[in-house]
């Protein structure tokens, strides 16, 4: 199986920071890699996918870049509500894998 | 609109066996598989496995090999995820989700189904 590692597990940042969040795949998965959200008692909500995609109705001010087996999720200006945690997946091949998620939190 | 509803969650007793049921609707059922995965509390997100919408491809994670049944019923839209000889392990909250816009990522969400193994 593909291992996923994100970096770092809990973050705390101001209102307006810009935040950089790392994912690590094990081996090569090409850009067959999506960012989710997640808020309590939520299910998770797709950001990106195929790395770098922006999903439909997804602010700007969320960007992902990366290839092959380092990428990034960054929140050019972090806003109150950006406060959840946020999971890397890869489906360049079975069995899906997530990392074991970021927590973002509001200082 | 694109919507995956499942059923109320369950208790049940460790040996047993859930049967988790997620209804789709806004989109072509059959031309889009779905996706089982699960969050122990207070934990990550777990791939189960995955059905192709016509019952005729299936993947699941090798760990839940032997346990676990992902089917369909089309004339109904509804994808059904059975668990078997259920541990205190499984305490979760499943989820159905599917890739709407053929990107390979899960756009769409159900939303959870909370299963509780207790003797």
């Known amino acids: 199986d593909i291992q996923m590692t994100q970096s770092p597990s809990t973050l705390s940042a101001s209102v307006g920071d810009r935040v950089t969040i790392t994912c690590r795949a094990s081996?090569?998965?090409?850009?067959?890699l999506a960012w989710y959200q997640q808020k309590p008692g939520k299910a998770p909500n797709l950001l990106m996918y195929?790395?770098?995609r922006l999903n439909r109705g997804v602010p700007s001010t969320f960007s992902g870049s990366g290839s092959g087996t380092e990428f990034t999720l960054t929140i050019s200006s972090l806003h109150p509500d950006d406060s959840a945690t946020y999971y890397c997946?890869?489906?360049?091949?079975?069995?899906?894998?997530f990392g074991q998620g970021t927590k973002v939190e509001i200082k | 609109q694109t919507h995956l509803v499942q059923s109320e969650g369950e208790v049940k007793k460790p040996g047993a066996s859930v049967k988790v049921s997620c209804k789709a609707s806004?989109?072509?059922?059959?031309?889009?598989?779905v996706n089982w995965v699960r969050q122990a509390p207070g934990e990550g997100l777990e791939w189960m496995g995955w059905?192709?919408?016509?019952?005729?491809?299936?993947s699941y994670a090798q760990k839940f090999q032997g346990r676990i049944s992902v089917t369909t019923e089309t004339s109904t839209s509804t994808v059904y995820m059975e668990l078997r000889r259920l541990t205190s392990d499984d305490t979760a909250i499943y989820y159905c989700?599917?890739?709407?816009?053929?990107?390979?990522?899960?756009?769409?969400w159900g939303q959870g189904t909370v299963v509780t193994v207790s003797s």
């Open positions: 989700a599917v890739d709407t816009g053929d990107h390979g990522a899960f756009d769409i």
């Open positions: 806004g989109y072509s059922f059959t031309s889009h598989g």
């Open positions: 059905n192709n919408g016509n019952n005729d491809i299936r």
């Open positions: 081996q090569s998965i090409s850009n067959w």
């Open positions: 195929k790395a770098s």
């Open positions: 997946q890869q489906y360049n091949r079975y069995p899906v894998t």
